[in-house]
């Protein structure tokens, strides 16, 4: 039986049609040289700055020095199946962590992998772990309170909704106390909290995790965490990640606090990368970049314009000083980016100050236009009080022989440093603040003895909890003082029923 060439020829036609070219060009280059994290790869010619790569066991990189014959890559992940010869593709893709809704409530590395053994996590949208901070005319100033819980931050240093806050202090010395207790402030605020660990131990973000847990904060917050275990580019990009996290909060309108615990770590992971990839060391061997990688991180912390949705992302970074010395490199960088910062001094944490807040050092550059004018008013000589206080009990060590000013001067700074004492993990509602606040800097507290301060003002606001709910409303509701007769009387009234100890 013959074919007729006409068949012949319809089925090469038909074959022509249906044919599709398939060229596929990928960039590959090959590893030259891998050690301590990072590796060196030949012929990866047009790969981009920040691009992750893979290479051929699945691990992935991220691009970082693009030099004349090779291009220095930093190794995401583990290094020991990595050898000299290996292929390594481009991903075209920059460093993207999930994001969104389903994240809250979950601990995530700084790929944005869950690390809680709790399942995947079904996120839907990714945003790239760099981009531009929001520009000027996109912003509003900040005029929103950011209430800690804490009275010694909510009356002498004031924290508002897009600011950033530099916490500062020796190792052990209450700063991520700090954190905790604002985090746990938060709940029923319309506040979603974002919580970085940076080179901590596991024990140390277990436990965190747990008092998040035991207080109901976890389900408004996502913690971040690259322990002092990981590799250092996880440290580096750790802040990156969770500060993503948080933009697509706040580009939808919601506000969102985000803690940096801490940032000198991520510097010395970034010094140790930086080493490696033989860049050319600067001041305390930190690359001369080293100020770069915290502005274009904590700039992104903002409070936006109605016109963009009024979302906000507030940012309180920790820096960790050596024997004090807030003149350090790192320290002084930070702070001349932040609004402002909290000091924290080992001598007044072992003297049992706590939190061991230094007011004479500590400051709040836009706080004051963001705090309620009830606490204004109460808090206005607070500062001044503590200061002469400060300085006057160094003198009077000196001499016994006082004049009554001094002498008054002196029980009133003593009380005041009573009452800004605050208990771990039990933040306090701004009304019941100013209700204590007034009470003390009206001299209410002036014939109560020391040792009484503390259980006074935990009585105190018990019993204005059961007997003058209206006098706390009002505070919550208007941000107002009420009338100072009503604050005198329950004061008053409250005063004759405390019995003063033996």
């Known amino acids: 039986m013959g074919i007729k060439a006409e068949e012949i020829s319809a089925l090469i036609k038909k074959q022509i049609e249906n044919y599709q070219s398939e060229i596929e060009v990928s960039d590959v280059g090959t590893v030259i040289q891998v050690g301590d994290g990072i590796a ?25 020095n693009l030099d004349e014959n090779n291009v220095g890559l930093v190794i995401l992940g583990p290094t020991k199946g990595i050898r000299e010869g290996d292929e390594v593709r481009r991903t075209g893709r920059i460093m993207e962590v999930p994001v969104g ?43 929103e309170p950011l209430q800690t819980g804490i009275k010694a931050i909510d009356a002498l240093v004031p924290i508002g909704r897009g600011q950033r806050e530099l916490i500062i202090g020796d190792r052990q010395t ?61 440290l580096y990009l750790a802040p990156y990640a969770g500060v993503s996290m948080a933009e697509e909060f706040m580009f939808n309108g919601k506000h969102v606090l985000i803690v940096y615990d801490d940032l000198s770590k991520q510097a ?65 960088n930070v702070i001349s980016i932040t609004d402002g910062q909290i ?33 204004k008013k109460v808090a206005g000589t607070l ?58 800097t009206r001299g209410f507290l002036d014939d109560i003895p020391v040792e009484d301060i503390r259980r006074f003002e935990a009585e105190f606001l018990s019993w204005l909890d059961q007997n003058h709910q209206p006098l706390l409303d009002v505070i919550r509701t208007t941000g107002n003082l009420p009338e100072d007769k009503d604050m005198v009387d329950a004061i008053t009234a409250f005063k004759k029923t405390f019995a003063v100890s033996a």
């Open 174 to 234: 209450g700063k991520t106390s700090v954190a905790i207790d604002t985090i746990l402030n938060q709940k029923d605020q319309n506040m979603i909290c974002i919580y970085v660990a940076i080179g901590q131990k596991e024990s140390t973000v277990r436990s965190t995790v747990e008092t998040l847990r035991k207080n109901g904060a976890l389900e408004y917050s996502i913690v971040v965490t690259a322990s002092a275990s990981q590799p250092a580019p996880l």
């Open 40 to 64: 060196r790869v030949h012929g990866l010619d047009n790969v981009m700055a920040g691009e992750l790569v893979e290479f051929s066991n699945g691990v992935l990189g991220l691009a970082q």
């Open 268 to 332: 010395a992971a970034y010094r140790e990368l930086s080493l490696l990839l033989r860049r050319p060391p600067g001041r305390e061997a930190f690359p001369g970049d080293v100020f770069y990688l915290h502005s274009r991180l904590l700039e992104r912390a903002a409070k936006l314009s109605d016109a963009h949705g009024a979302g906000s992302i507030t940012a309180l970074p920790f820096v960790e000083t050596q024997a004090g010395d807030i003149s350090a490199y790192i320290p002084t």
């Open 383 to 440: 500062r001044l009080d503590l200061a002469s206080f400060r300085e006057l009990e160094a003198f009077s060590q000196f001499g016994s022989d006082l004049d009554k000013a001094t002498q008054d001067k002196l029980n009133r700074g003593a009380r005041t440093v009573e009452v800004l004492k605050q208990d771990l993990n039990k933040p306090l509602k701004v009304e019941k603040q100013v209700m204590i606040l007034y009470a003390l």
């Open 101 to 143: 809704e389903e994240l809250i409530g979950r601990v995530v590395n700084p790929l944005g992998q869950p690390v809680d053994g709790l399942g995947p996590i079904n996120a839907t949208k990714t945003r790239p772990i760099e981009s531009p901070a929001t520009g000027v005319m996109d912003r509003k100033s900040v005029h």
């Open 343 to 375: 000091f924290l001094q080992s001598d007044l944490f072992f003297s049992g100050v706590r939190p061991a807040i230094n007011a004479g050092l500590s400051v709040s550059r836009v706080g004051g236009s963001a705090q309620i004018k009830a606490m």
